[in-house]
Structures are given as structure tokens and as C-alpha cells.
């Protein structure tokens, strides 16, 4: 089932969400303080390409991942997180949307706290 959700989510839009964070990242890498952030992002593009059957693991990280969450979270963070919780609830006001709304809801919490975070 995780495959075809995930072949589903490419033809819906997971392609250009996930070009989308790639972008963001490789904006942030243009200055030498803007690597980790950007590093981060591509983590998420690749998150964002194929998300049935993932789950995110918050919340390991030490004193400079906190620093740079707190960071992230002021500068970037909450712009992601607002974008994917409308896309989600957009997403959710269809019965066939609601799993593709979920995997938006993931999104969001990686968006505002993606250091430290581990996908498996």
C-alpha cells in the first residue's frame, strides 16, 4: 500500500514539493552560515519524495542543534510549517485526500524542528 501512496503522492505534486525543498536548500548554501540549513533542506526533499512508509524521529540533538533549531524556527521554519499545514488542510476536506493531508502534517513538524530529527 505504501507504494502506491507513494506513486500516487509523485503524480500529485510529491515532485514538485520535493523540487521545491531542494530549491530552498541550495538558496540557503549560496552563503557559508546558510550550509547546515540548506543541508537540512535537501534532507527534507528527499523526505518529501517518497513519504508512505517513513516516520519521523524528533527531538535528538544536543545544545547546537537546539541553537540552530532556535534559528531555523525564527527564520525559516514557521514560513514551512504554515505552508504544509494549509496544503494538508486542503488536502483533508476530501475523504481520498485525508492520507496525502497526513503525510502534509509530518511535513510540517520536520519543517519546524529538522535538526536533530531522524527519518526511518
Request: positive net charge; charged residues 10%.
Amino acid at each position: 500500500m505504501n507504494i502506491i501512496g507513494n506513486i500516487i503522492w509523485l503524480l500529485i505534486g510529491g515532485i514538485i514539493a520535493s523540487v521545491l525543498w531542494f530549491l530552498a536548500g541550495a538558496l540557503l548554501c549560496i552563503t557559508i552560515i546558510g550550509i547546515p540549513f540548506g543541508l537540512q533542506c535537501f534532507k527534507i526533499s528527499v523526505f518529501v519524495l517518497w513519504p508512505f512508509g517513513k516516520e519521523i524521529e524528533l527531538g535528538h540533538f544536543g545544545a547546537g542543534g537546539l541553537i540552530f533549531n532556535i534559528i531555523w524556527l525564527i527564520v525559516f521554519g514557521w514560513e514551512f510549517a504554515i505552508a504544509h499545514l494549509i496544503i494538508g488542510a486542503l488536502f483533508c476536506i476530501t475523504i481520498v485526500g485525508v492520507p496525502f493531508g497526513i503525510q502534509h502534517f509530518k511535513f510540517a513538524k520536520l519543517g519546524l524542528i529538522p535538526f536533530g530529527a531522524k527519518i526511518r
